[in-house]
């Protein structure tokens, strides 16, 4: 009886399909850089194995790796990949097929200084509330501008000013006190003065001292007055 061969490994047919097909001669990578800002940002790589014709090879696959995972991780299925920032730094993100590899720069920055271009706020308490936009500038971990960051700001006494999440400051009442500015964990301070500028139709009322016992005392003579009038009218009517 005659012996049946063994089936070949399945890398042996995978490997004996793409060189019937021609196999990939090149990889490309999509996009050609990625750049992250902050922890635990992500972003997606797409690679296509290409012939020497130009022709996709779609059952190539790629082998997706980090050159530091504590930089950027890179995890995917087929031939797309998510890169995951974890902390600052560059590292390589490589998609490999056999001998052949592509490989993408990943860069990750994150904000390492804020500063606001004013010594101290000076705000106005006027009849229409209007805020003052404070002009903070963001620095990564390279020193280089970052536009786009959300500035919280917020005072010591809110009394005094109040902050907003947009980089504002809102004037409370007269009086001094500080702001902070806080980007991404990032903060700075600046002193904050504030000036009553509001007229007698939106200022709040200032009680004088002794004003509720006056107005008690107003209030007993006017009952007083009232329980003396109604005697009177009483008796008037009770004469014959």
């Known amino acids: 009886m005659r012996a049946t061969p063994a089936a070949p490994p399945a890398a042996l047919l995978l490997a004996s399909l793409l060189a019937g097909c021609g ?10 850089s990625v750049k992250l800002f902050g922890r635990g940002q992500s972003a997606t790589l797409h690679a296509t194995p290409r012939e ?8 190539a696959i790629c082998a997706w790796s980090s050159s530091d995972a504590g930089v950027v991780t890179a995890t995917g299925r087929h031939n797309q990949a998510t890169v995951t920032s974890v902390a600052p730094g560059t590292a390589t993100v490589t998609c490999t097929i056999g001998s052949l590899k592509a490989e993408v720069v990943a860069a990750v920055r994150v904000v390492a200084r804020v ?5 101290k706020a000076e705000l106005v308490r006027s009849d229409e509330s209007r805020p003052l936009a404070l002009p903070v500038q963001v620095f990564d971990d390279q020193g280089a501008p970052v536009v786009g960051r959300l500035a919280f700001t917020r005072c010591e006494s809110e009394e005094v000013c109040r902050g907003d999440p947009r980089g504002q400051l809102w004037a409370v009442g007269a009086g001094t006190t500080t702001a902070t500015v806080e980007v991404e964990g990032i903060k ?12 007698e139709a939106t200022r709040p009322k200032v ?10 005392k107003e209030v007993r003579l006017r009952q007083a007055a ?15």
């Open 226 to 240: 009232e329980a003396a009038a109604e005697a009177k009218a009483a008796k008037a009517a009770a004469k014959p």
């Open 115 to 119: 500063a606001v271009a004013l010594e």
């Open 188 to 199: 700075v301070t600046l002193p904050v003065t504030v000036k009553d500028d509001r007229t």
């Open 52 to 59: 020497k014709s130009g022709r996709p090879v779609p059952s």
């Open 23 to 32: 196999g990939p001669a090149r990889i490309e990578l999509e996009p050609g």
């Open 207 to 216: 009680l004088k001292k002794g004003y509720m016992e006056d107005l008690e």
